[in-house]
């Protein structure tokens, strides 16, 4: 991502990873560190065949994950991986979020001892 662009934008996600269903399937993917099959993704992360297949498919273009299909016992067995290029991805988005989160802990604690007098949410009732 450009440099000017972050800047304009505050934070700028990776939008292939940010959307919640892709986090997850990429988070599922680099905790488990090995192959998985589409019916454990499918089942772990409580998602219709049709919405998993077409978040795959998404991830394998941008080159997150790979995909490999084969026939066992007369079934097609489908297996899902994350690349390297995956992996990376994932570290960079996490990596942005941490430096957020910092940022809006610097930006939102009041001067002092760190501690607010007026708890956040109340309106001087």
Same mark, same amino acid.
């Given at each position: 991502?450009?440099?000017?662009?972050?800047?304009?934008?505050?934070?700028?996600? @990776? +939008?292939?990873?940010?959307?919640? !269903?892709? &986090?997850?399937?990429?988070?599922?993917? #680099?905790?488990?560190?090995?192959?998985?099959?589409?019916?454990e993704?499918?089942?772990?992360?409580?998602?219709?065949?049709?919405?998993?297949?077409?978040?795959?498919?998404?991830?394998?273009?941008?080159?997150?994950?790979?995909?490999?299909?084969?026939?066992? @016992? +007369?079934?097609?067995?489908?297996? !899902?991986? &994350?690349?390297?290029?995956?992996?990376? #991805?994932?570290?960079?988005?996490?990596?942005?979020?941490?430096?957020m989160?910092e940022?809006?802990k610097?930006?939102t604690?009041?001067?002092?001892?760190?501690?607010?007098?007026?708890?956040?949410?109340?309106?001087?009732?």
């Amino acid at each position: 991502m450009a440099g000017s662009e972050r800047d304009k934008e505050g934070f700028a996600p @990776d +939008r292939v990873i940010h959307e919640p !269903v892709r &986090l997850q399937i990429i988070s599922y993917l #680099a905790a488990g560190g090995k192959q998985v099959s589409f019916t454990e993704l499918k089942e772990k992360l409580d998602l219709t065949a049709g919405n998993l297949s077409v978040q795959l498919k998404r991830l394998e273009e941008a080159g997150y994950i790979s995909i490999n299909k084969s026939i066992r @016992d +007369r079934k097609s067995l489908t297996r !899902v991986a &994350l690349t390297r290029r995956g992996m990376e #991805a994932l570290r960079q988005y996490l990596g942005e979020l941490e430096e957020m989160i910092e940022h809006l802990k610097k930006s939102t604690t009041p001067p002092g001892n760190g501690q607010s007098k007026t708890p956040v949410g109340n309106n001087n009732k």
